[in-house]
Nanobody, 126 residues
């Protein structure tokens, strides 16, 4: 059974940084694309970033481009989201997801992914 467990969330002041981690198990991690999404209170879940199976291709939402970096450590079965210059509007529950594909496909579509983690809360204070 595939399991994704996020960690690293917390409370940070605007302008600060956080690094989220997502540990995966239950499938050959290095063979699958991964993504990060977030959901703010009262809003729909939205795409944040995605990375191909070998880490060679990354894709970002315009709202985080230049501030967030997605990466992966295939030896550790972990995908990361480095977040810098955080803004109050980045406050959300952050979810990682895995897709049954090597390449990043329609990364912004939730249907591209087949397994999801439970999420980790990120709160950015002004």
């Amino acid at each position: 059974q595939v399991q994704l467990v996020e960690s690293g969330g917390g409370l940070v002041q605007a302008g600060g940084s956080l690094r989220l981690s997502c540990a995966a198990s239950g499938r050959t991690f290095s063979s699958y694309a991964m993504g990060w999404f977030r959901q703010a209170p009262g809003k729909e879940r939205e795409f944040v970033a995605a990375i191909s199976a070998n880490g060679g291709y990354t894709y970002y939402a315009d709202s985080v481009k230049g501030r967030f970096t997605i990466s992966r450590g295939n030896a550790k079965n972990t995908v990361y989201l480095e977040m810098k210059s955080l803004k109050p509007e980045d406050t959300a529950v952050y979810y990682c997801a895995t897709a049954p594909r090597v390449r990043v496909g329609p990364a912004e579509a939730e249907g591209f992914y087949d397994y999801w983690g439970q999420g980790t809360q990120v709160t950015v204070s002004s």
